[in-house]
DNA sequence: TGGCAATATTTGTGATCACAAAAACTGGAT
DNA sequence: ATCCAGTTTTTGTGATCACAAATATTGCCA
């Protein structure tokens, strides 16, 4: 009983070990990582870590400096707005996608979700409130079974992840609270109107990112 | 003067050559790809292939089987609804968004790779067309400077390469020509018309993919 | 103190190997 | 011919190493 079928590779196990950490907010833009400094910090050879990071930084999660270098991509304003574009065509079209296989269960554990998100911000917990946020998401655009959108998405995620935890603030939660925008995506869900669920959904987006003011943006122009 | 910062690694070299591989058409769904076979063939070593292969598998251009082998992906009617939906809310948006950056010598590069096309369906030479065609709309959606529409679409064009050119042969082109919807799409540019472009692009799209009927479907079920 | 050349260290790339699991093949029994 | 057990071959994964380029550090001189 060495490895079976159903055990990961390290590789992966990696993979979605640095993915969670940078959709959490764990890594800083402009900060490199190392094969070697990971390889030492998770307990691995190299070979799971560079494979890993290739996948990163394929997926642009992580980017290459033209002399090969890893790093966390830092945000430029175009490349946001960028960001912004195409979660709101992706989100859009994956959510109406969705709407044939909704049904109560999938609602309840909506609301439910949204009731959480709620609960952390009350009690100031960023790191919960990620998850949930995520999950609130994720799970409506995984109701059509799809290998096509969810990538697509969690590569624009992963990109906009690092960044926005950087910049938003549980203080920004609280005054721009994505609940009500929540909520109307679940009303127009169980009213399976694709048109009210894409401009909620849109506004969703929206709203989460343009609560940055300009003198929330990072320093140095 | 062995190595200098401008000579591509063998493994990006590597992935080039495939990705160009898999979007002429040369890659049958279905085949399995070895590590060691693509090594004797390119005459590298595993290592490059290997990071090749998981760029490759990370962007969906081939799949992992539950045993870690790596194959062409197969179509199925439902994925293939979806990469054209995906292609449609993306290439759409793309699009609109290199409006402002469409200058006269840009339309007249696009003209010029729309008569060209015409003379490859012509002279019947399929590679070329290929290879025309993606520059056509390649050029359209990098006319805007970014990196965050082109992997996501490259990625998608990756998985419907190896089936479009399995059944979409020239007979197809002949009868079904996208040179009308070409047309289109340079007319609504010199318009600066986003709405016409966004139609003209999504019919263009459905038109190359909706000509397929039935009876084209590769064998079994 | 500030700039710069020389040196030392860090880093990604590519190569090679052992290993175990999966796949292909073989041969015999029914 | 068909099925199945036993064997051989193929395959991906992970580990380790050499190497050269890039980066960091040092120490000297103006």
């Known amino acids: ?29 402009g900060v490199s990582v190392t094969i070697r400094g990971l390889a030492e910090e998770l307990g691995v050879s190299a070979m799971p870590i560079r494979e890993a ?6 997926e642009r999660a992580l980017v290459l400096t033209p002399t090969g270098r890893v790093r966390v991509p830092c945000m430029t304003r175009k490349k946001l707005n960028q960001l912004v574009s195409a ?13 044939p296989y909704i049904d109560d269960e999938m609602i309840e554990a909506l609301s439910l979700l949204n009731d959480e998100i709620d609960q952390c911000i009350e009690r100031n917990d960023y790191q919960a409130y990620l998850q949930k946020h995520r999950r609130f998401h994720f799970t409506l ?8 959108f969810m990538p697509l998405i969690e590569s624009v995620w992963l990109q906009v992840s690092p960044f926005l935890s950087l910049t938003l603030s549980l203080e920004h939660l609280q005054s721009y609270n994505t609940n009500d925008r929540h909520v109307e995506i679940i009303q127009a869900l169980g009213d399976r109107d694709a048109t009210g669920l894409g401009f909620a959904i849109e506004a969703d987006i929206r709203h989460g990112i343009g ?3 300009e003198k929330d943006w990072p320093g140095g122009g």
Chains 1, 2 share one sequence.
């Not at 979660?87 to 709407?99: H, S």
């Open 141 to 148: 655009y995984q109701a059509a079974p799809s290998d096509v």
């Open 53 to 58: 990071l290739r996948r990163l930084t394929t």
């Open 87 to 99: 979660r709101i065509c992706l989100e859009k079209q994956a959510a109406i996608d969705a709407i």
């Open 1 to 29: 009983m060495t490895k079976s079928l159903k055990d990961k590779t390290l590789q992966e196990q990696v993979y979605e070990n640095l993915k969670l950490g940078l959709l959490n907010g764990e890594f800083k833009p």
């Open 211 to 213: 609560s940055l003011s």
